[in-house]
């Protein structure tokens, strides 16, 4: 039986021309476990995966299989296994076809070919054109292909894309069982909830940077946490908790405790005699989770340096700043001539201020609604806003601009570069 190897990233970053990919990258896959690689589309997901493969070079850090670079293995097809595509078949080959050349190039015995398809169950369409396949079946051609080798280590991006509800429970357990054998096992995917019922550990990525890493249930913390516990005599077991000094909340169908401790509440609910009709642990899905690590709203410490370094600047800033306003005294304000015998009535003197300033102001707008119409004849002026990816607002002139000559950067990324990042 194979051994599974350790793969690690170590400050991978990837360029394409002013597109950074990926920004400091930094993992670790561990054997005998399923782990899971999340992130929006666009976060880096399939370009960090091409990098440990070897088909993308990083720009800057390593990422490697056991201790070697990919290009470095003596013989890549055993000690790996992959799928990045379930497209990339002739359809003019038959199943059985497709797989012996790639097992000839590898030195791999024939009988591999037939051993592999029948663990993915496609032994009685072995004589069929791929040409005719459906996407699930094409799924399982792809990871037919990746156990050709009986590799110790697979990657496999999006596995269960395409396969029906029984072929995904399949999916899930055949990954199961292979982790189970002591196999490294990494699954790219958007499906959270399917990887939250296959994978043990986490990979998420966002902007290609790293924000989270390890078991699944360390992704929420305990105060997250809450235990919901109901009774049909809710009375008798609000009056129990009272006296234990438990602080609880009312909900429609129960009371929930902060914490996670149901071995305790329900001590004291058989301590009371009060018979529960509920009593669950309850926390944020992996959904809520997922998006506010991918937003910025949550921080885990796995993230490690600069994404947890920025936070943490941007958090200490707040405070200091909510700091300051709390402490700074309000200015006393100037106190006002009221002499209403004198000046003829402060109000009437305030309001004639009023007046003439705006007159000044609108003076001023329309001389310079003059001058805008005046230097473009038979045009007026345009002026609009522009909302940068960054939430920033800014005020552009949007009247149509002189042609300009072609400044486009010869060093922009390729659509082949870009077809990779997405």
Do not use: C
């Amino acid at each position: 039986m194979p051994d599974g190897q350790l793969l690690e990233f170590t400050g991978v970053t990837k360029r394409f021309g002013d597109v950074t990919a990926v920004s400091d990258f930094s993992a670790r896959v561990e054997p005998g476990v399923v782990t899971g690689f999340l992130g929006p589309n666009g976060a880096g997901k399939t370009t960090t995966l091409r990098i440990l493969l070897g088909l993308v070079a990083a720009s800057e850090g390593r990422a490697t299989i056991g201790g070697t670079a990919y290009r470095d293995l003596a013989s890549p097809l055993r000690a790996v296994g992959s799928v990045l595509e379930a497209s990339s078949f002739h359809p003019g080959r038959t199943a059985a076809a497709h797989l012996k050349i790639f097992a000839q190039a590898a030195g791999l015995p024939a009988s591999r070919v037939d051993e592999a398809l029948g663990a993915v169950g496609l032994s009685e369409v072995a004589g069929r054109k791929v040409g005719g396949f459906s996407l699930g079946m094409r799924q399982r051609l792809g990871l037919a292909f990746a156990l050709l080798g009986d590799p110790g280590v697979l990657v496999l991006d999006e596995p269960t894309n395409g396969l029906d509800p029984e072929g995904i429970i399949w999916m899930r357990t055949l990954l199961r069982e292979l982790a189970r054998q002591g196999r490294t096992v990494l699954v790219s995917s958007h499906l959270l909830g399917e990887v939250q019922q296959t994978a043990d550990r986490l990979l998420i990525i966002s902007g290609g940077r790293l924000v989270f890493q390890g078991e699944t249930t360390e992704l929420s913390e305990e105060t997250d946490r809450s235990v919901v516990v109901d009774a049909p005599d809710r009375a008798a077991l609000t009056a129990a908790l009272t006296a234990a000094g438990i602080d609880f909340s009312a909900l429609r169908g129960g009371l929930a405790v902060r914490g996670d401790d149901t071995a305790g509440i329900g001590r004291i609910a058989l301590d009371a005699g009060v018979a529960l009709s509920t009593l669950q642990r309850r926390g944020p899905s992996l959904e809520e989770v997922f998006l506010d690590l991918v937003n910025g709203v949550r921080v885990h410490p796995s993230a490690g340096g600069v994404v947890a370094a920025v936070v943490a600047d941007a958090a200490a800033e707040a405070e200091a700043v909510e700091a300051d306003l709390v402490d700074a005294e309000p200015a006393e304000a100037e106190p006002l001539e009221t002499d209403v015998a004198a000046d003829g009535g402060a109000d009437d003197r305030a309001d004639a201020v009023v007046a003439e300033d705006a007159d000044a102001v609108a003076a001023d707008v329309s001389a310079e609604l003059d001058a805008m119409a005046a230097s473009s004849p038979g045009s007026a002026a345009a002026v609009g806003f522009a909302v940068a990816s960054t939430g920033i607002i800014e005020v552009i002139d949007t009247a149509p601009a002189a042609e300009a000559p072609d400044e486009e950067s010869d060093d922009r990324p390729s659509d082949a570069a870009e077809g990779e990042h997405a």
